[in-house]
């Protein structure tokens, strides 16, 4: 559980459920690596834990939308929302929620300026998608570190390619492989 000052105070289990250590105080959000150690302080393990990755904006922001299926309020239609919806301060910096590669920078139908990066966390690839941007400033192939500003947050009717967008908002996804059609609920990766 995160505490109010943002620590977490959770203690590490091994997969037989034995406690390694509990003290990983040291970790807040913008350190997304847990340490552990033996008594002696040895380390045997590091890992980029999965509940730890960073937030992509560090100003305040409204959830309007989660990932999940919901109903069009004109066509009735049953459509996945494949992402999160975060309206921060217009033009906020967008951070990569961890470090990676960019495999995608540019428009797209409906998302406007976008950027999709590949991760490796634990060993298992996963894909962060980031829509609705006024502004990119990362290329396609360029290595990011954790908490690297991006782009801008955008998509409000006066910014360039907005997409299809009510406001300015980030469309926020994770995805099992490169491209739409495999996204997962963010929430299983972040805090927010
Ligand atoms: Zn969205």
Redesign the pocket.
């Known amino acids: 559980m995160l505490e109010e000052d943002g620590t977490e105070n959770e203690a590490l289990k091994d997969e037989n459920q034995d406690v390694l250590t509990s003290d990983i105080s040291h970790l807040n959000s913008q350190q997304d690596i847990s340490v552990i150690t033996d008594e002696n302080g040895k380390v045997l393990l590091t890992r980029l834990e999965e509940k730890y990755l960073i937030l992509p904006m560090t100003c305040e922001y409204k959830i309007t939308?989660e990932y999940g299926k919901r109903t069009h309020p004109i066509t009735g239609e049953e459509k996945l929302?494949?992402?999160?919806?975060l309206v921060g301060e217009h033009h906020t910096e967008i951070l990569t929620i961890a470090e990676g590669t960019v495999t995608y920078a540019g428009e797209q139908n409906g998302y406007g300026n976008c950027i999709e990066i590949k991760h490796n966390v634990n060993g298992k690839t996963i894909y962060s998608f980031y829509?609705h941007l006024s502004k990119i400033e990362v290329r396609v192939g360029e290595k990011v570190e954790a908490g690297d500003i991006i782009g801008l947050e955008g998509g409000a009717k006066t910014d360039p390619n907005p997409g299809t967008s009510t406001g300015h908002?980030l469309?926020f996804e994770i995805r099992t492989a490169s491209g739409s059609g495999h996204s997962i609920d963010p929430r299983k990766y972040i805090d927010f």
């Open positions: 939308s929302h494949a992402g999160i919806d829509a908002h469309h």
